[in-house]
């Protein structure tokens, strides 16, 4: 075999090597662009967080246990705990009204999983910790108050 038919035949080879490879690499970029949110997750005021959530309704719920201290020393690291108590949890949504991007996090639940959520999280300044459940297609609210005494975002 010749160097240059060696060559073009070692070319075609990895080009329809790599064929499957673009495909699965479409298929995981189109799979990650509908689990991310950006205009939810860009948005820098708590009702453009919302309504890129498709949030419109929301339900006071005091089946909702919001863990937090009433006084977080550092911003930066904010430990909380959340529980939902409502029946059928699809997910939980975490909001800081006066953060640059109120939206924290979303987290999903299925098959009868327990829907509870401790995590740190960073916040500005005092501020509302918003928490909205998802269950059985509606949304359900609860709130608490956090003091900062050192900013985290910044």
């Known amino acids: 075999m010749q160097r240059r038919e060696f060559l073009t035949a070692l070319t075609g080879a990895l080009v329809a090597a ?13 799979t990650w662009n509908k689990a991310w949110n950006k205009a939810a997750f860009e948005a820098t005021k708590l009702g453009e967080a919302t309504k890129g ?4 309704t929301e339900t006071s719920s005091k089946d909702i246990d919001i863990v937090a201290p009433d006084r977080a020393e550092n911003g930066a690291v904010v430990q909380i705990e959340i529980t939902s108590n409502i029946k059928n949890t699809e997910s939980i949504t975490v909001l800081v009204d006066r953060n640059p991007t109120p939206l924290i996090g979303t987290f999903i639940f299925s098959n009868g999983a327990l829907p509870f959520v401790i995590t740190r999280i960073k916040m500005a300044e005092d501020s ?5 459940v998802k269950a059985g297609g ?11 005494l050192e900013n985290g975002c910044g």
């Open 53 to 56: 959530l498709n949030i419109s």
């Open 128 to 132: 509302e910790l918003k928490v909205i």
């Open 138 to 148: 509606q949304y359900f609210t609860a709130s608490k108050k956090v003091v900062v």
């Open 18 to 30: 790599m064929l499957p490879i673009n495909a699965l690499a479409e298929l995981l970029n189109q």
